[in-house]
């Protein structure tokens, strides 16, 4: 079954511009994460960060979640940014872990990113496990706390879930969300459009140049018989 689930992960992931790694993760690095943040990271997510080094999509992604989500369009949708991949640097997943570790509920996994600081997580235990979350964070506890607003009996990041949303019920399911927003479906096929519509116009004005100048050479033939 989890094969499966991975070809259909590989074949959606490349139409949407999702390019796989040359050189895999080492399967040890993430059994070290695992133990320092005693967590077990599930199968099918397991195989997607072997996979790819680069969250990154080639176009403009979006998603619709299950849940309302205050900051989603009128149809619930939402963008993309990218996936946090097991690599170094600011994006990478194992910062992330290290950076919202006490920012949100032991028992969900921060696993992508839009372009405004919030993120998607996966639920790794408890009622939470195997679904995928909208964290919003600009209404985290954190922030709360820094303007002394009423935490409602809150005394631990654990209990505090009013900035979640689910998105999906796993992690397959977030994948197959996932789609090219309209406006860069609508700009990848005006531009093979134009493309080939210049390509079209050009072949066609070096026709009636050509046709033009063999006229013209045609005329002046003549011209010189007549004389």
Same mark, same amino acid.
């Given at each position: ?5 991975? $070809? ?24 070290? !994460? ?15 960060? !072997? +996979?790819?080094?680069? *969250? ?12 309302? %989500? ?44 839009? +372009? $405004? *600081?919030? +993120?998607?997580?996966?639920? !790794?235990? *408890? ?25 409602? *009996?809150? $005394? ?9 949303? %689910? %998105? ?9 969300? +996932? ?28 026709? !009636? ?19």
């Amino acid at each position: 079954m989890t094969e499966l689930l991975v $070809t259909e992960m590989i074949e959606r992931l490349a139409k949407l511009g999702f390019t796989q790694s040359e050189e895999k993760i080492d399967e040890k690095r993430l059994k070290k !994460l695992e133990k320092h943040y005693k967590l077990s990271i599930p199968e099918l997510y397991r195989h997607f960060l !072997l +996979l790819y080094e680069n *969250g990154s999509p080639e176009y403009d992604i979006q998603y619709r979640a299950i849940e309302s %989500v205050p900051r989603a369009d009128k149809d619930n949708m939402l963008s993309f940014g990218s996936f946090l991949v097991a690599v170094d640097g600011s994006d990478s997943l194992e910062q992330h872990m290290k950076d919202y570790y006490e920012r949100m509920p032991s028992s969900l996994l921060p696993i992508a990113a839009d +372009l $405004t *600081g919030n +993120l998607i997580c996966m639920g !790794l235990s *408890g009622a939470a496990e195997g679904r995928i979350y909208y964290w919003d964070h600009e209404n985290e506890l954190a922030a709360k706390i820094m303007l002394q607003m009423d935490l409602k *009996g809150i $005394t631990s990041i654990d209990d505090y879930w009013e900035n979640l949303y %689910v %998105v999906a019920d796993s992690f397959m399911d977030f994948i197959r969300s +996932l789609r090219m927003e309209e406006a860069a479906e609508i700009k990848k096929v005006s531009a093979v459009i134009v493309r080939e519509s210049m390509r079209e116009g050009f072949i066609e004005s070096m026709k !009636l140049a050509r046709e033009k100048l063999e006229a013209e050479e045609k005329k002046k033939k003549e011209k010189r018989k007549s004389k």
